[in-house]
T-cell receptor
Framework: QQQVKQSPQSLIVQKGGISIINCAYE??????FPWYQQFPGKGPALLIA?????SEKKEGRFTISFNKSAKQFSLHIMDSQPGDSATYFC??????????FGGGTRVLVKP | KAGVTQTPRYLIKTRGQQVTLSCSPI?????VSWYQQTPGQGLQFLFE???????NKGNFPGRFSGRQFSNSRSEMNVSTLELGDSALYLC?????????????FGQGTRLTVV
């Protein structure tokens, strides 16, 4: 079953705009919510992560918003740059190191 | 500090053959996980090894297997290859198995089955 639903599948944003990607999960046992960024030909790289006892976390231009009651979390990319053009994956983690990923969002930032 | 190293980067195999992929984790990392990435199914967890023991396994057939050596290096093997096994196979290393351990991914091995 699909435990993490990610939307949208793709996104086009103008340089300087805001990119918003949403994820919804089903299992309340998940306890760690990372976002990964992947460029073509590369493996995913951790971008930012949040714990469920925090509602928001900001690192530079990247912000995670977390809504525990709705079982949803989102990534906001502020002041989007062409170098942010990549595929973004949300993920959830329960025990151990098993990551369950969302389907991915391809972001294209137009100059 | 060197990152996660996966070899080979590219591989072409014929249906029915078997293949072995290798992963060297970041120095000091003891946990290695494997993922399959395809356009249709996305990123899917295969299995995780810690201290030479398989700790977790995804929903893949028994043709997919792995092992970890005492130096934490890991290999995964796929036997009786099928066309649908064509994918990017990613290895991720973590320091330990804590719930909030960061997983660092290698660049992957692109397997094409013809």
């Amino acid at each position: 079953q699909q435990q993490v639903k990610q939307s949208p599948q793709s996104l086009i944003v103008q340089k300087g705009g805001i990119s918003i990607i949403n994820c919804a999960y089903e299992n309340t046992a998940f306890d760690y919510f990372p976002w990964y960024q992947q460029f073509p030909g590369k493996g995913p790289a951790l971008l930012i992560a949040i714990r469920p006892d925090v509602s928001e976390k900001k690192e530079g231009r990247f912000t995670i918003s977390f809504n525990k009651s709705a079982k949803q979390f989102s990534l906001h990319i502020m002041d989007s740059q062409p170098g942010d053009s990549a595929t973004y994956f949300c993920a959830v983690k329960a025990a151990g190191n098993k990551l369950t990923f969302g389907g991915g969002t391809r972001v294209l930032v137009k100059p | 500090k060197a990152g996660v190293t996966q070899t080979p980067r590219y591989l072409i195999k014929t249906r029915g053959q078997q293949v072995t992929l290798s992963c060297s984790p970041i120095s000091g990392h003891r946990s290695v996980s494997w993922y399959q990435q395809t356009p249709g199914q996305g990123l899917q967890f295969l299995f995780e090894y810690f201290s030479e023991t398989q700790r977790n396994k995804g929903n893949f057939p028994g043709r997919f297997s792995g092992r970890q050596f005492s130096n934490s290096r890991s290999e995964m093997n796929v036997s009786t290859l099928e066309l649908g096994d064509s994918a990017l196979y990613l290895c991720a290393s973590s320091l330990s198995t804590g719930q909030r351990e960061v997983a660092f991914f290698g660049q992957g091995t692109r397997l094409t089955v013809v």
